[in-house]
């Protein structure tokens, strides 16, 4: 059975475009363009809207183009970095996407303020990214579910994980809130054949 190639809000991509570039840099970034088959966008980036013009397969290609180039290992703490600069893009431009604009976080407790966090980047994966998602969770962590994922476009890994990037992301999310890392795993992906993508967030922050 293939997989469903949903759309995504044009703004995934493009917030991906400058995050891609900030990481690798001008040079870096076109060669990844044109390594992933997308370099139509090299000087027509896709608008920084809300529309739905672009696919899972193409946010997949992107990722996969800077796999390719760093390899399974290198790639992984590139892609994590991407993830991290893709919500500060994210929260500077298109909050809306998140649904973190106004989002008053100031007095609740820290076990509050993560939870808030997660709830709002599942409402935001599920109404606008189209990546459906849910939270579950237990005493020791939460556990962020995604249940269509751009990964299933990405090439078949045969033991690793393929979504570095929204671990990144979730990160970054965690420690803009809070002023705390947390550990963030995918510990399920459904570029290995699984049902779902699930990341495990440790409810104790490290120190």
């Known amino acids: 059975m293939s997989a469903e190639n949903r759309s995504m809000p044009n703004a995934a991509l493009y917030v991906l475009f400058r995050a891609i570039e900030e990481v690798m840099g001008e040079k870096g970034f076109r060669a990844m363009l044109n390594a992933s088959g997308l370099q139509a966008y090299i000087s027509n980036p896709p608008p920084n809207n809300l529309d739905h013009d672009i696919t899972f397969e ?8 800077v796999e390719d180039f760093y390899g399974p290992r290198g790639a992984r703490a590139i892609l994590a970095q991407i993830g991290r600069v893709t919500f500060r893009y994210t929260l500077e431009q298109q909050p809306a996407i ?3 604009a106004g989002l008053a976080l100031k007095l609740l407790p820290e076990q509050a303020k993560v939870k808030m966090i997660l709830t709002r980047m599942q409402n935001a994966s599920n109404e606008r990214v189209n990546m459906t998602a849910h939270m579950d969770e237990d ?3 939460w556990y962020f579910v995604v249940t269509a994922c751009p990964c299933v476009f990405r090439e078949r890994s045969s033991s690793n994980p393929a979504c570095y990037t929204t671990a990144g992301t979730i990160q970054e999310a965690l420690r ?5 890392h947390y550990m963030v795993r995918e510990i399920k992906c459904m570029n290995l054949g699984e049902g779902e993508c699930c990341f495990r967030i440790d409810k104790t922050p490290q120190s």
């Open 139 to 141: 005493d020791e962590a």
């Open 176 to 180: 803009w809130a809070t002023g705390n």
């Open 58 to 65: 193409d946010y997949a290609r992107l990722q996969q183009a």
């Open 98 to 100: 998140l649904g973190l």
